[in-house]
């Protein structure tokens, strides 16, 4: 049963609330005449939601009472009712957490809808919770966060392949979370105990790719003036996860082939045959049946790598996730920042909620982080969110000065590109039209020229 606790110091209110917000046989509603009445009640029950007024007996005793609330639970959602001319007041209320707030006086057909609205809200976010302690014994990882239907039969397939030895493949577009399900395969093997090694073949030229992956001799070529081990001796007993697997060159493919059939492979510039033992996961957001039919991936290996595919949804596709993993970036760069942030405001969540996140959660972790950043309160609030999000971007449309060079129109075009993908260079890259190992090689450039350190 849900249960509201209404705090106000006029009996007529109390009473005329209490009779519009009951419910028989599914809500209980208790009132308060005072913050201490009301902080007794709410920890005695298990209140819901609280629909106080901002002045009782005292000015500013509304807001200390929301505090307490707060603290007592972060959980409970609270609607401050004000008076007339006192919205500068309703929204400091909001700023230390409130949900909502309306104004005296109100209809009750008003406050009915903000409180279903508001219980809902309570309903998400305690079900996120149970949900969470439910997976957590299971899915270790607690940077994994979601709980719509789309990312639940992900995690299934997760945890049934996640024994085995089998190859995975990765599918779906720039920041929905490969490296992060990735990792959570190998977490929950039998080979967690062992490294987790990551390459991005797409990031990487392709001699250095190959000498990464498979190490080098002594005199292998220019510079070699040691032996080294490469990336797959060094996941021996673990996994590697070869994320941008389109952008390995093809003869990189072959060797990548012969390491899936048998085992076996040579060092750059080596003779001696090595054998290792590492759980191969590939990840890519290129479609990779296009790839083959256009010759650029070879189809044997696609078969390989293809034992298990897993396709990631678009964060579009799982807007139920949206807001629990706003709170989890909250949580998280609030305890690297310092800072005291705790949650998002009505208005916040809504345009997260209503944006397209074409770079998908990384995109939503980069908003977050910067939000955090801003926010000088408990909630962060419209003015601590990029302009592209809030609707007042001005940012999309770039002008250059007849005689700029195509080196500065390149520059240009990439940091303010970079700049809207919330730094998701893989995003970045596919707007523009370029891969992203050129995507790197640019930035690279640009830092020498800047004379900055690469």
């Known amino acids: 049963m849900v249960k509201l606790l209404i705090v106000d110091d006029e009996k007529n209110t109390r009473d005329a609330l209490c009779d519009g917000l009951m419910k028989p046989d599914e809500r209980q509603v208790f009132t308060a005449e005072t913050p201490k009445e009301a902080m007794k009640i709410v920890s005695e029950e298990d209140i819901d939601l609280v629909l106080t007024d901002l002045k009782i007996q005292e000015p500013d005793s509304g807001a200390r009472l929301l505090k307490d609330i707060k603290k007592h639970d972060p959980n409970i959602v609270v609607i401050v009712m004000t008076a007339y001319g006192s919205i500068d007041t309703a929204v400091e209320a909001m700023k230390l957490g409130a949900y909502d707030y309306i104004q005296k006086p109100f209809r009750m057909s008003e406050i009915r809808r903000l409180v279903q609205r508001a219980l809902e809200t309570r309903l998400l976010l305690v079900e996120n919770a149970k949900l969470r302690q439910q997976v957590s ?34 599918l779906g577009e720039s920041g929905t979370g490969k490296e992060v ?31 990464e992956l498979f190490g080098y001799e002594k005199g292998a070529f220019t510079n070699a003036i040691r032996q080294r081990r490469g990336r797959f001796e060094l996941a021996h007993g673990g996994t590697i996860f070869l994320d941008e697997i389109a952008d390995m060159p093809t003869h990189l493919q072959v060797k990548l082939l012969s390491v899936l059939q048998d085992g076996e492979f040579q060092r750059l510039g080596g003779e001696e045959t090595l054998k290792v033992d590492a759980r191969v996961i590939a990840a890519t957001n290129k479609d990779l049946d296009e790839e083959v039919a ?31 993993l706003a709170q989890h970036f909250i949580e998280k760069f609030s305890r690297l920042n310092a800072k005291n942030v705790r949650g998002l405001s009505p208005e916040v969540a809504r ?22 950043v801003l926010c000088g309160g408990e909630q962060i609030q419209k003015e601590h969110l990029p302009d ?39 995003e970045a890259a596919r707007i523009l039209g370029i891969g992203v190992a050129t995507l790197y090689r640019r930035l690279k450039e640009s830092e020498r020229e800047n004379g900055e350190t690469p």
Not at 139 to 145: F, K, S
Not at 192 to 202: I, M, Q
Not at 351 to 371: F, P, Q, T
């Open 181 to 211: 399900i990735a990792r959570a395969i190998h977490e929950l093997s039998g080979r967690r105990d062992k490294p987790f090694v990551k390459v991005n073949c797409g990031a990487l030229p392709e001699q250095l790719l190959e000498s």
């Open 351 to 372: 345009l997260l909620e209503g944006h397209s996140w074409r770079g998908n959660v990384r995109e939503l972790e980069n908003v977050i982080e910067r939000a955090v």
């Open 294 to 324: 256009e010759g650029r991936f070879r189809e044997d290996l696609y078969y390989r790598l293809n034992v298990i595919k897993l396709t990631l949804p678009p964060l579009r596709q799982r807007r139920d996730d949206i807001i629990p």
């Open 388 to 426: 592209y999000i809030t609707g007042t971007d001005s940012s999309r449309v770039v002008t250059f000065r007849i005689g700029a060079t195509l080196e500065e129109v390149e520059d240009v075009m990439i940091a303010r590109t970079l700049e809207m993908t919330g730094g998701n260079k893989e």
């Open 137 to 170: 014994a299971r899915y270790l990882p607690r940077n994994i966060v979601g709980f719509s239907p789309l990312w639940r039969d992900v995690m299934e397939t997760v945890e049934k392949v996640a024994p085995s030895r089998a190859t995975v493949l990765l």
